[in-house]
């Protein structure tokens, strides 16, 4: 069985930046596994890269997705320099997992697009380059390691807070009116994230 | 972790790449970027599963065992697959995964690849698969699998498609290959090793035979009942592979089958050679238990409609002229009982089933021409609807032996009479109606074999079919031929089949009848055979030979034999002449009769029945109204049968013999009593005189007869009773005939002196006389004497 997740990553955009002639781009996914009963334990590209990517390179960090757990895939990339503006195309990659011994497959697309100008950093900006805890640690329980929970911008301490998903607490004793005012914060927050990917392209 | 140790991790295939830079001395212009995105793993389940049940959990494949249906788009349904998917409350559209890993929806070739369809109204979680017609409408087709990815896309949110997909692998469906008599699943070896090493089937050899050959088992070595041995093609006997084994190695991923793989499976393909066809027709169109899983049947070379030669093999069990005639396979040397036991022996053809009483073969009797068991098979509705048909057809009508193109068993085992005679034949309508150049594959017609709907000719005799490289590639299109007719595109041409002499056939074979479950009868219709057959009073048997005593009387000689039809409907005049063998043949009788055809067309045969009548003379000589042979031998062995003119098939039947003792005219004596009698006084003992007289005219009545008792002494014998009396003649009788007599109340009796004295008064002088029978006839023949028989005076 394979299964084909199409820009299911939180904040999904129509396509992030790259520039002509680049290298190494780098593409972090958090993967937050949600099977209950599948390892994922390889990694592989696609064969039908974008024209204007000459090479491609993925690997599981560490070695495997384990059921209901976080980890890490790392993708890196050359953009060449034949790529022009506005060229458009998606790199996939393939998670291979068993599930009661039948091959379950996860394909990711992340879609591209040659700008003149890419940001350093786009997407689930969080502080440093992602990188997972060799400890494991998860302060909050939330499922994703304190590490990646800090590349990718949540809060490790509050297991509402997790990458992809905006912390939303109800506050108890804060009542409805506090709660709304909490509500429309997050919202704000939300628009500001938005309106941050908005020239990402997002739909 | 540290910034540095992250990169020492994820950066080794970006350091590789930079290096590679380096070394080409390219520094890029553009800046290099770092996306990070967050991806959640759904949790979704979707399952494949048998719609059947009859596999537990998730299959991995299915086998295209569907049929066409009686309509445009009709379907009968084989397998199909519960596809389900869990974990989704949304929208979804089902499809498959094409070759470069991208969904699309629906199936890969629309119903080249099988179809959707919702197993249930409102169902949206869930379909059915149902597998195209066939494993591949395009190419050699000679792979055993054929992957399709089936699919379903989740509509999860506008940003959002999740597709799962399941690869499985369609297949061909399992051919189950039945074997015909007298052999065993060895048949299909070499057809069974093509098969699956070359063409991507998984094929099973059933094996019906019981064991070895000459086993003895019940089964007789492929030779079982069709009531019985259908069972084998079925499958669920212990031990052996049938439909259902095949299936089930199928469904559980056996060795021998897609190892591994559960594969969904409803009905196999089968292919019966000779009788293995009817066994398999008998189970799909007869059966109580047919399993609904038979999808296409191929036969080759099965006597659809029997085959004349058992009706022969029958017949030499139960007639003993048939038994006794020479083969011509192996004439003069053996005669047909004895041919048939050395094929047997040699492991040919078994014959005889071995038990006690010995009986024929049941395989043989089932498929005798005309039988019940043929009739309910071809009565007014034979095939099924939802089963797909085709007959391959040989008509190489010589079998090679030793290399040499020489066996034809329709000629070969029919019953003949003398290689110095010119081979005649006892039955000569078998290479007539049934083997002609190219009309059959050397035992079964091709009239036999034909399924008209879908039929091909191969230039092939009956063992040769399973070794063939056409046969195998017609048989390979066929399996994957969406178009073979079904069952009832079959029947109405199979019931309208002109079957060239078939009035010719039904007067000439006798098909076997159903008692209970079993097959019994089956041979020849007897007025068919060309022979001549003895009866009469006065006639009886010495070691199976027709024997004539001396007191003669008439011989009845019923010709038998058939003729083709002059004029339709009206009766003809036939001429046989009853002919005895000699370097000159002599005629005994010439006999014209109209004999009516009764139904029979034109052109065709029908049967005869005629009578003769011959009889004999004091001198052992044959004759009859029309003639006559002498030897002056005595007692003789005649050779007599019969010429008739105008019949090109035959001109002369096969001689049989009678023997006709020695002539001796019978002593006088007393019924149930022996020798000496004894006589008391008047009117003392009531004696008998037999004999046999000549006939001094023909047409019946009564004749008188003289015949006299006289005591032998040693000068002059002495007349004790002179009688004349009227002996009464039948109608056939003829003129010189030796007719027979038995004159009662003679009496001899003690009289006064003590002497033994007779009715007429002539006393012997003796207490102990000697008396003889002495015959007068008419003048022109001779006046026999008996021999002597004492008689005494009671004390």
Known sequence: MSVVCANTYAGAAAAYDVESDSSPNAIYVLLRNLNPSVDFVSITVGDELPAFVPIASATLIPASVAAGESDLAAIEFDVSAAATLGQTGDIQVTLGGLQNGNPIDVILRIPLEVVASAAAAQGEIGVGVPAPDPGGADTDGDGVTDALEVAFGSDPMNANSVPGKLAFAVVPGLGAVAGIMLLALVLMSGWVLSQRQHRLGAS | ?795
């Open chain 2, 1 to 795: 972790m540290s910034r540095q140790s992250l990169t020492s991790i994820v950066g080794e295939a970006v350091a590789a790449l930079a290096l590679s830079c380096l070394v080409a001395g390219h520094v890029h212009a553009g800046a290099a970027t770092r996306i990070q995105v967050v991806a959640s793993l759904p949790n979704i389940g979707f399952s494949v599963e048998d719609e059947s049940g009859d596999i537990v959990g998730e299959v991995d494949g299915i086998a295209t065992d569907a049929l066409a249906g009686t309509g445009p788009g009709n379907v009968i349904v084989g397998a199909q697959l519960h596809l389900t998917l869990s974990g989704s409350s949304d929208d979804v559209i089902w499809g498959h995964i094409n070759g470069a890993g991208s969904f699309e929806a629906g199936l890969p070739v629309s119903d080249a690849d099988g179809t959707y369809h919702k197993p249930f109204p409102g169902a949206k979680y869930q379909e059915l698969y149902t597998p195209p017609l066939e494993f591949d409408t395009t190419g050699p087709n000679t792979a055993a699998d054929r992957p399709v990815e089936v699919a379903v896309l989740i509509e999860a949110a506008p940003d959002c498609d999740i597709v799962v997909s399941k690869s499985i692998d369609l297949v061909k469906p399992p051919v189950v290959m039945v074997h015909g008599i007298n052999g065993n699943a060895s048949t299909w070896t070499a057809f069974e090793a093509e098969f699956r090493n070359n063409r991507g089937f998984k094929s099973y050899a059933v094996d019906h035979s019981g064991g070895s050959y000459n086993s003895g088992a019940p089964d007789y070595g492929g030779n079982g009942d069709i009531h019985d041995s259908y069972a084998y093609v079925r499958g669920g006997v212990p031990g052996e592979v049938g439909i259902a084994e095949a299936l089930d190695r199928f469904r559980t991923g056996h060795a021998t089958a897609h190892a591994g793989k559960k594969i969904a499976v409803q009905k196999a393909d089968v292919l019966g050679s000779s009788y293995g066809g009817l066994l398999s027709r008998w189970y799909i169109e007869q059966a109580i238990d047919y399993g609904d899983d038979v999808r296409k049947l191929i036969t080759l070379g099965t006597p659809h409609r029997g085959s004349p030669v058992t009706n022969m093999n029958v017949q030499t069990l139960v007639d003993p002229v048939i038994a006794a005639a020479d083969c011509q396979f192996f004439s003069p040397f053996l005669s047909m009982e004895g041919t048939l036991e050395t094929i047997d022996a040699f492991g040919f053809i078994r014959w005889k089933d071995g038990e006690v009483p010995e009986d024929v073969v049941p395989a043989l009797r089932v498929m005798t021409h005309e039988s019940e068991v043929l009739g309910v098979l071809n009565g007014t509705a034979p095939f099924r609807d939802d089963v797909a048909y085709g007959s391959i057809v040989g008509t190489d009508n010589q079998i090679n032996f030793l290399l040499i193109p020489l066996l034809n068993l329709f000629y070969d085992l029919e019953p003949t009479r003398g290689l110095l005679t010119a081979q005649k034949r006892y039955f000569p309508w078998m290479p007539i109606l049934d083997s002609g150049i190219g009309d059959s594959d050397a035992v079964v017609p091709t009239w036999s074999q034909t399924l008209p709907a879908r039929t091909t000719n191969v230039p092939f005799d009956h063992l040769s079919y399973h070794d063939s490289t056409s046969v195998q590639n017609t048989v390979a299109v066929w399996l994957q031929d969406s178009t073979l007719p079904r069952g009832d595109v079959h029947r109405p041409a199979f019931l309208a089949q002109v079957i060239p002499d078939a009035a010719s056939r039904d007067n000439a074979f006798v098909g076997s009848t159903l008692i209970g479950n079993q097959s019994v009868g089956g041979g020849l219709e007897h007025d068919a055979i060309v022979q001549v057959e003895f009866s009469g009073p006065t006639l009886g048997s010495n070691g199976g030979l027709s024997q004539l005593d001396s007191k003669g009387g008439i011989v009845t000689a019923t010709m038998t034999g058939m003729a083709r039809v002059a004029v339709a409907g009206t009766a003809q005049v036939e001429t046989l002449t009853l002919v005895e063998d000699d370097l000159l043949d002599s005629t005994l009788d010439i006999v014209s009769q109209s004999i009516h055809p009764g139904t029979t067309p034109v052109g065709q045969l029908f049967p005869f029945s005629i009578d003769a009548v011959m009889a004999r003379d004091q001198s052992a000589s044959i004759l009859g109204p029309d003639g006559s042979a002498t030897n002056f031998v005595g007692g003789e062995v005649w050779s007599v049968g019969y010429e008739i003119t105008g019949h090109p098939d035959y001109g002369q039947s096969p001689w049989t013999d009678i023997d006709y003792t020695s002539f001796a005219l019978p002593t006088i004596f007393v019924p149930s009593e022996s020798e000496p009698f004894i006589v008391g006084t008047s009117p003392g003992s009531a004696f008998t005189a037999e004999g046999g007289v000549h006939a001094t005219s023909g047409g019946g009545g009564t004749q008188a007869v003289n015949s006299e008792l006289w005591e032998d002494n040693f000068f002059a014998d002495t007349l004790l009773e002179d009688r004349t009396f009227n002996v009464a003649m039948p109608a056939d009788t003829f003129s010189g005939a030796l007719m027979p007599y038995a004159e009662p109340n003679w009496f001899l009796f003690k009289n006064g002196s003590g002497d033994v004295q007779g009715a007429s008064g002539n006393s012997s002088g003796e207490t102990s006389a000697t008396v003889y029978q002495f015959l007068n006839q008419t003048l022109g023949y001779s006046f026999p004497s008996s021999s002597n028989v004492t008689v005494n005076v009671a004390p």
